[in-house]
């Protein structure tokens, strides 16, 4: 079975620092990665995927197969990254499984 | 983009009474919707895959009788919590994949949350 961990409830950093969010997964196969956001109050909604290598609203996100991981990066930090994240691994055709979630706060 | 609406947002009810959720897809159609559990700071658990027109399959644990699913259109899921109990309180979250589109694609209803007194 798949797991996801994401090591950290909260991360806490200043305006303009460097952000890191750890993920770890675990699957026998070829999994397919994302990272969820929520924002305050709103809905869960997809911020990347690994397989798109792409960086949106400054986050970028590496898989490691050799360390099994997908780590979220941003290399300065905004007030309005301030959320809920969540990643998530997708395997075969089922439906996704989440890690616990971090929750990002970015301080002024 | 895609939306997806639940109704209600909240709900709180009597223990021993139903409760139905619906999930609805706005603007496209969905063959598939998930359906999640999460508790408080907890992570998402899901609960049962529905497939229109088919029955739905459940996750190890959920207990099938007590979580009724019914994915009658294309654009409409509905759970109905049976003999609602105070520890079925919780954030119940619905997302679809729209008809056509690639496995990777889900949208997430907004949530409803239940109290069951």
């Known amino acids: 079975a798949q797991r996801v961990t994401q090591p950290e409830k909260l991360l806490s950093v200043f305006k303009g620092a460097p952000v890191e969010l750890k993920c770890n997964y675990s699957y026998s196969g070829s999994p397919e990665l994302f990272w969820y956001v929520q924002y305050s109050r709103q809905r869960l909604q997809l911020l990347l995927r690994h397989i798109s290598r792409e960086s949106i609203k400054g986050f970028t996100a590496d898989l490691n197969k050799g360390e099994t991981s997908f780590h979220l990066k941003k290399p300065f930090a905004q007030e309005e990254d301030s959320a809920m994240y969540y990643c998530?691994?997708?395997?075969?055709?089922?439906?996704?499984?989440f890690g616990s979630g971090t929750r990002l706060q970015v301080q002024p | 983009g895609a939306v997806v609406s639940q109704h209600p947002s909240r709900v709180i009810c009597k223990s021993g009474t139903s409760v139905k959720i619906e999930c609805r897809s706005l603007d496209f159609q969905a063959t598939t919707m998930f359906w999640y559990r999460q508790f408080p700071k907890k992570s998402l658990m899901l609960m049962a895959t529905s497939n229109e027109g088919s029955k739905a399959t459940y996750e190890q644990g959920v207990e099938k009788d007590k979580f009724l699913i019914n994915h009658a259109s294309l654009t409409l899921s509905t759970l109905t919590v049976t003999s609602a109990h105070p520890e079925d309180s919780s954030f119940y979250i619905c997302s679809a994949r729209p008809h056509g589109g690639g496995l990777q694609t889900q949208y997430f209803g907004p949530g409803t949350r239940l109290l069951v007194l």
């Open positions: 998530a691994l997708m395997a075969g055709r089922r439906a996704l499984t």
